[in-house]
């Protein structure tokens, strides 16, 4: 494949498709790496705007957001996505992409369901453009990559589960935080606010449900893009032959077969 590496493992399917949208393209290259800086300089802006005195957060808060978490996560991912052909980077990589996928995609969700004013319609740009690239660009820049972009490690049925370790862990340390300080990072998160630890309980219960049916979504739609590349399963991380191919060298327990060239009784 000229100018492009060769997948691991290879694409079999589809290859004038595949070739087109491969990961080492200049243009897809170009893209991850832009949107990639702008998440960055955006939250650089954010991070300035939280040290001024009129701002609603400050840094520590700032950071202890699900969007900045994620974003500052994919800012750096799609730049070392940019930097570096596939072939340099590890085989979960692709693993790593579609989580921060999902992550984004929960964060446009959300922000539209439960954090954007009423009276601010979806599609429209009349707004802070920091949160425009983090809630509304980047999301749709991250959905658009997983389901093009030629893909060829196929994902287990369980890696959504292991992708809602993050939003799990991130609810855990919100109400720890919210219960030392008072701050809560969402209204739907606070139980100082009209409903208590109810109305908390069933608005969080249907977020995760939420999170666990886009995940199951992602996960899918990713390996159907791995289907449209690779015929067969593709190989686990722990297949045999695909680690003696990577390294040249047997797995733990093996023997290699001396020789007897040379040796004869």
Known sequence: ???????????????????????DRLWIRLVRAAVGVAVLVALI??????????????????????????????????????????????????????ALTFYMVMTGIIYVVLVAPPSEP?????????????????????????????????GRWWRPLAWMVYPAAFLAFSWIRGGI?????????????????????????????AFLVVAVLIHVAGNVRVGLAVAHPAPRLTDRPLIRALTGRPNRGERTVPSNHGHQK
Do not use: C
Request: proline letters at 8%; a negative charge.
């Open 1 to 23: 494949m000229s100018g492009a590496s060769t997948l691991i493992p290879p694409a079999e399917n589809n290859l004038a498709l595949n070739h087109a949208l491969h990961p």
């Open 45 to 98: 802006q954010k991070t300035m705007d939280a040290t001024l005195p009129t701002n609603d957060v400050d840094i520590p808060q700032l950071y202890s957001e699900f969007t900045v978490q994620s974003n500052l996560a994919v800012g750096l991912v799609l730049i070392a996505s940019a930097a570096w052909p596939r072939t340099r980077l590890p085989l979960w990589w692709d693993h790593l992409f579609g």
């Open 122 to 154: 979806w599609w429209t740009l009349d707004m802070y453009w920091p949160q425009m690239i983090h809630h509304r660009i980047v999301p749709l820049v991250m959905a658009l990559d997983w389901i093009l972009v030629t893909r060829t490690v196929r």
């Open 181 to 209: 300080d008072g701050w809560y990072v969402y209204d739907f998160l606070d139980p100082t606010l009209d409903g208590g630890w109810p109305g908390v309980f069933v608005t969080t219960s249907q977020v995760l449900a």
